[in-house]
């Protein structure tokens, strides 16, 4: 467990360099959300006393439209989606690389690094698990 946490934990830390690549190669500017496009839907559940009820929530991307600096209009998906995403019309921080602006992405610190924070808290568990497996 520990080796597999410690492989969990270096993927972490490919993912937030490659963030950091990311924002050391585009430029900046602000863009609007135009629209939201369904993703799916997640199942969450309840628990009430005695029975189990699956819930499904709908899932939304926004899609982002901006101008970069030679004034081209550019529009994207966002990498991510949740159920109760920013409403049409909101302004939003967007980095993009200048050859290919359909790359963009949102710029905040979720949608730039949670997934290497979400794997880093797979890899702590893991290999936490493990070292106290071998303390025993």
Do not use: C
């Not at 199942?43 to 004034?71: D, L, W």
């Amino acid at each position: 467990m520990v080796l597999v946490g410690t492989l969990i934990l270096a993927l972490s830390t490919w993912y937030a360099l490659e963030a950091i690549r990311f924002i050391s190669v585009t430029e900046s500017t602000v863009g609007e959300i135009i629209d939201h496009k369904f993703t799916g839907g997640l199942n969450t559940g309840t628990r009430e006393v005695g029975s189990y009820q699956t819930k499904t929530t709908a899932m939304y991307a926004p899609i982002v439209s901006f101008k970069t600096s030679t004034g081209a209009t550019v529009r994207f998906q966002a990498n991510w989606s949740e159920g109760d995403p920013p409403p049409v019309g909101s302004t939003v921080s967007v980095r993009y690389p200048v050859q290919n602006p359909q790359k963009g992405r949102i710029s905040g610190i979720t949608s730039l690094f949670g997934g290497a924070a979400i794997i880093l808290l797979i890899g702590a568990v893991f290999a936490g698990a493990g070292i106290l497996i071998i303390r025993k």
